[in-house]
C-alpha cells in the first residue's frame, strides 16, 4: 500500500475511535420554567338557553272587506275615491236597478191580488158562500205572493252597496259604467284604528305561543320598535312551509302603513347548551380559544362559540360538560403554563 494513503486513513481511524469512546453531554435547558399564574376556575356544565327566531310579517287592519255585488248590473254610482273616509252605511256603489225595479213593482201587484183574493173568498165563507178549502187554497197563494214580493225587495236591496263599518278606501279596482258581477272585487275598506301584524312562525316554534302572550315587532320603515300582543294563532300548519299563520295586535300610529314589513322576534323552548364566562374566551385573530386545567396546567384549546347572553358565551363545540375552565385575572395564559386556583 502507498505510504502516502496510510498515513491519512490511519489518523482517521484513531480520531473515530476517540469519539466513540466519549459520552455525549445532555443539552442544556433552553430558558427558566414558566411561572404559576393565579386563575379561578369554572366548571363546564349544561343549561337551558332560549332559542330566539326573527320572522317577517305584515301590518293589516284587523277590519278589512272586500266589497263585491251579489248581483250583476252596470255600476251607476261609486261616490269614493282611493283614501275616501266612510261610516257605516255610507253609499259605496249603486247599481242600475231597472228590471229589478220592474220585478218589485210586478211583485207588489200580484201580492195585492192574492191579499184581495183571500179577503173576498173569507167574506163568502162567513155567509157559508165559499167552502173552507178554497179558503185554504187562497191563503197559501198569498203567502206565495208574499215571499215573492220579499225576494224581489232584497235583489233591489242588493243594487246599493253600503258600508259594512267605518273605515277608509284603500283599493278601487271598478268605475262608474263598468258591468259588476257577483263575487268580483269593487273596492277594499279598512279600519286603520286597529292594527295588526300577522306572521308565518316555524312549526317548532309556534306550539310554545298562547293569547296574550308579548312579542317584540321592529317595523324598518317606521323605525319603530313596540310589542305585539299575541291575539291568534292558526291551530294548523302550512304542509308547503311548515309554517303556522300567527296574529299580533300592535298599537296604531300615524307613521304607520297596512302592508309595511316587520319583523317579530319569537322565543322558542329551551334547549341544552354549554354556557361559559366571556372572560374565559380569548381571540388570536379569527381563532377563539380556552385554557382548560389539567393537573393544575393550563391547556390550550380551541372552541366554537354561538350566541351570548348578557356576560355568558355559548360554546358549540371544543368542550365537554364536566370540564374545567381557567378564567385569567390579570396576566395572559399560554398552554403548559402552571395556575393557581383561587376562590
Known amino acids: 500500500m502507498n505510504n502516502k494513503l496510510f498515513l491519512p486513513l490511519f489518523c482517521a481511524?484513531?480520531?473515530?475511535?476517540?469519539?466513540?469512546?466519549?459520552?455525549?453531554?445532555p443539552p442544556e435547558p433552553t430558558g427558566a420554567p414558566?411561572?404559576?399564574?393565579?386563575?379561578?376556575?369554572?366548571?363546564?356544565?349544561?343549561?337551558?338557553?332560549?332559542?330566539?327566531?326573527?320572522?317577517?310579517?305584515?301590518?293589516?287592519?284587523?277590519k278589512q272587506a272586500v266589497i263585491a255585488a251579489k248581483i250583476t248590473g252596470a255600476i251607476e254610482q261609486m261616490p269614493v275615491v282611493l283614501g275616501s273616509p266612510v261610516k257605516e252605511g255610507d253609499l259605496l256603489v249603486q247599481l242600475r236597478a231597472g228590471e229589478i225595479s220592474a220585478k218589485v213593482l210586478q211583485a207588489e201587484a200580484q201580492l195585492e191580488q192574492a191579499r184581495r183574493n183571500l179577503e173576498r173568498e173569507r167574506k163568502l165563507l162567513q155567509k157559508n158562500a165559499a167552502t173552507a178549502e178554497m179558503v185554504k187554497s187562497?191563503?197559501?197563494?198569498?203567502?206565495?205572493?208574499?215571499?215573492?214580493?220579499?225576494?224581489?225587495?232584497?235583489?233591489?236591496?242588493?243594487?246599493?252597496?253600503?258600508?259594512?263599518f267605518d273605515g277608509v278606501v284603500t283599493a278601487k279596482k271598478a268605475s262608474v259604467g263598468d258591468l259588476a258581477t257577483p263575487g268580483a272585487p269593487l273596492l277594499h275598506l279598512e279600519d286603520s284604528s286597529r292594527l295588526q301584524v300577522v306572521a308565518s312562525v316555524p312549526e317548532t316554534l309556534v306550539l310554545q305561543l298562547r293569547a296574550g302572550d308579548k312579542l317584540p315587532v321592529h317595523i324598518p320603515a317606521a323605525d319603530l320598535d313596540l310589542a305585539g300582543t299575541v291575539a291568534e294563532v292558526a291551530p294548523a300548519a302550512d304542509p308547503l312551509s311548515r309554517t303556522a299563520t300567527v296574529k299580533l295586535d300592535i298599537e296604531a300610529s300615524s307613521r304607520m302603513r297596512t302592508?309595511?314589513?316587520t319583523r317579530v322576534t319569537v322565543t322558542g323552548q329551551q334547549k341544552d347548551a354549554l354556557f361559559v364566562p366571556a372572560a374565559a374566551v380569548r381571540r388570536f385573530g379569527q381563532l377563539e380559544r380556552i385554557f382548560v386545567i389539567s393537573d393544575n396546567t393550563a391547556r390550550l384549546r380551541l372552541v366554537r362559540t354561538g350566541m351570548t347572553l348578557q356576560d355568558q358565551v355559548e360554546i358549540l363545540s371544543g368542550l365537554e360538560p364536566g370540564e374545567r375552565i381557567a378564567i385569567p385575572l390579570d396576566a395572559e395564559l399560554v398552554d403548559g403554563q402552571p395556575v393557581t386556583l383561587i376562590p
Do not use: N, W
Not at 481511524?13 to 453531554?25: D, I, T, V, Y
Not at 215573492?148 to 246599493?160: G, I, K, P, Q, V
Open 13 to 25: 481511524m484513531l480520531l473515530l475511535g476517540a469519539c466513540r469512546g466519549e459520552k455525549q453531554a
Open 34 to 62: 414558566l411561572p404559576s399564574v393565579q386563575v379561578r376556575a369554572f366548571t363546564v356544565a349544561a343549561q337551558g338557553a332560549p332559542i330566539q327566531t326573527e320572522v317577517v310579517g305584515t301590518i293589516q287592519a284587523v
Open 138 to 164: 187562497l191563503e197559501e197563494m198569498y203567502r206565495i205572493a208574499e215571499a215573492s214580493h220579499r225576494e224581489a225587495r232584497t235583489m233591489l236591496d242588493y243594487t246599493r252597496i253600503t258600508a259594512p
Open 259 to 261: 302592508g309595511q314589513f
